[in-house]
């Protein structure tokens, strides 16, 4: 009698628990509900003003997604937290999935959208320079990004458009923590500084240090940053990833029909510590050097000029296969809306 009872308690339990999975299952899925979406960004930079625009005006709501901003600082460690499982998708330079692959890792990352085709640093001078050229930095103290990462790699590609060798011409110093370069720049550190906004903007307004160049202009179109997810994640959640990319899509949209002014009204919440005349500032300077493209696909042919640069480099020595490493499919269909 007991064993019955027990068994009937155990059935009614199991029961509860299926109705509860199943619920909860759809509340990812159904209208007026939203999935919770963990994105770990490399840096927090209005040189990504489109995704803020996405976030600022409910664009991931819109498509069922309830997303949670993580900052990396820096691609190492955003792909530590995609690869960990931390967080879903991953934001920062394509080059992070490449080695990845070529390490050998099962559970590789796939880029799905690119964001920016320029380049979002600049070269900083504690003197304002009228007719900067890149064979100033010859013999130089310069504090730039670190080992492998696609900002010190377009820094070093540009000086080898122009005929200077990183390794002899100049001391380029990449022991500085990402984010902690403007204030050793500030503490006196080096003769020149490569900075991401707002850092040379804040450099400027405080006499510190003068924008002398554009890496963005001066490299060209490269594929500067993307989005990835893990093999796995991707097969398992491609509903959620056509979602995410659609928003992404919109938020572009936004930036390529507006003015610089209202781009930064929209995206001035997500950076409070900055006035919103300096934020118009960065926003009509990236704007300027047509940073953004029109949409999110990520093209073979930028893809086979990251591994030129990253060649040229000296960081990949095999090239990895595009159809692996880059799936387009939702960029297209984003698009295609």
């Not at 990833?241 to 610089?260: C, D, W």
């Not at 953004?292 to 990949?316: H, M, P, R, Y």
Request: negative net charge; proline residues 2%.
């Amino acid at each position: 009698m007991k064993k019955s009872k027990i068994a009937k308690r155990l059935a009614v339990y199991s029961l509860v628990f299926v109705i509860a999975a199943t619920t909860c299952t759809a509340c990812g899925t159904s209208k007026g509900k939203l999935t919770k979406v963990t994105l770990n960004e490399v840096a927090h930079s209005i040189f990504y003003a489109p995704q803020y625009v996405a976030i600022e005006n409910g664009y991931f709501e819109e498509e069922g997604i309830d997303l949670e901003l993580v900052t990396g600082f820096g691609a190492d460690k955003t792909m530590t937290a995609l690869v960990s499982g931390e967080a879903d998708i991953g934001f920062m330079g394509a080059e992070s999935s490449v080695y990845l692959y070529s390490e050998g890792a099962s559970n590789y990352a796939v880029n799905f959208a690119q964001l920016t085709q320029r380049a979002g640093n600049f070269l900083v001078a504690r003197q304002q320079i009228e007719d900067f050229s890149w064979d100033m930095l010859k013999g130089k103290d310069v504090i730039g990004g670190r080992k492998g990462g696609m900002p010190e790699m377009v820094f070093e590609y540009i000086l080898g458009k122009n005929g200077i060798d990183p390794e002899t011409d100049l001391n380029i110093d990449q022991s500085i923590d990402f984010g902690s370069t403007a204030a050793a720049f500030s503490g006196g550190q080096g003769e020149f500084t490569v900075e991401f906004e707002p850092a040379a903007t804040a450099l400027e307004s405080a006499g510190e240090g003068f924008v002398v160049a554009s890496l963005g202009v001066d490299s060209g179109y490269v594929p500067y940053t993307s989005y990835c997810t893990t093999k796995d994640y991707m097969e398992e959640n491609r509903e959620m990833i056509q979602s995410f990319t659609r928003a992404l899509q919109k938020g572009m949209e936004y930036v390529n029909s507006h003015t610089p002014k209202e781009i930064a009204e929209v995206i001035a919440p997500q950076f409070e510590e900055t006035d919103i005349e300096t934020v118009e500032k960065i926003v009509t300077r990236y704007y300027e050097q047509d940073t953004w493209k029109g949409n999110l696909v990520f093209e073979e042919s930028s893809f086979d000029l990251l591994q030129n640069i990253l060649t040229n480099a000296g960081e990949l020595t095999n090239r990895v296969p595009y159809d692996k490493l880059v799936d387009t499919s939702f960029a297209k269909e984003a698009a295609e809306k």
